[in-house]
Every structure is written in C-alpha cells, then in structure tokens.
C-alpha cells in the first residue's frame, strides 16, 4: 500500500534489522511494526533514537494492532512520533506519511 502512494519502499524482517537499516540508509520516514520477532519496534525504536544523527531525527511511525491508550504511550515513550493502528487502510497509511512528513520539515525549519 505504501508503494501504491508513491514511496519507495525498504522492508525488513526483524528489529534489529530494522536498526541496521535505519543506521546504514536514508530515510524520511519509517514505518514500525511493534510487534516482530527477536528485537520488537519499540526496542529498536529506542536503538534508533539513541543513534544520534539522522537516524534519530527520522519520524517513526507505529503499525501495531495495540491501540488502546497505555499502547499509544508505551509508544510515545519509546520514541515513536505516530501510531497507526491496524488494519490501516489507503488513506489512513497515506495520512500518516503525511503528517510525519510535515513534522519533519517543521523540525528541519
């Protein structure tokens, strides 16, 4: 679906990989799904932002299907800027690139 909105599109498998990618790599946004095997996202949020540099600048969104508010917070503390929670459809993945999106470039001014 992200693809379908224009992005261009880096998947990985795991949280630490996800730490890794986002240490060696560019990105505008990332999209993190809380729950994954190994490293969940909220840990490997937590990596990302301890990083310092870009990587700790980039707008982390959360996918996750914990959407009651103890699970916004617990991502709110982690670190993560938005929570989407699942299913998210078109324009609910599409508004959330968005508002991370802008939140960035009000960062950066």
């Known amino acids: ?65 914990d959407a009651m508010p103890k699970d916004v917070a617990r991502c709110r503390a982690a670190g993560i800027d938005l929570h989407l929670p699942k299913p998210a459809s078109q324009s609910d993945i599409h508004a959330a690139l968005s508002q991370a999106l802008d939140q960035a470039e009000r960062q950066v001014a």
């Open 1 to 65: 679906m992200m693809e379908a909105s224009g992005c261009d599109v880096s998947a990985v498998g795991d949280g630490q990989a996800a730490v890794d990618a986002a240490r060696d790599g560019q990105f505008d946004v990332i999209v993190m799904d809380v729950r994954m095997p190994g490293m969940d996202g909220l840990e490997a949020t937590r990596l990302i932002r301890r990083m310092g540099g870009s990587p700790a600048r980039t707008p982390i969104i959360a996918l996750t299907a």
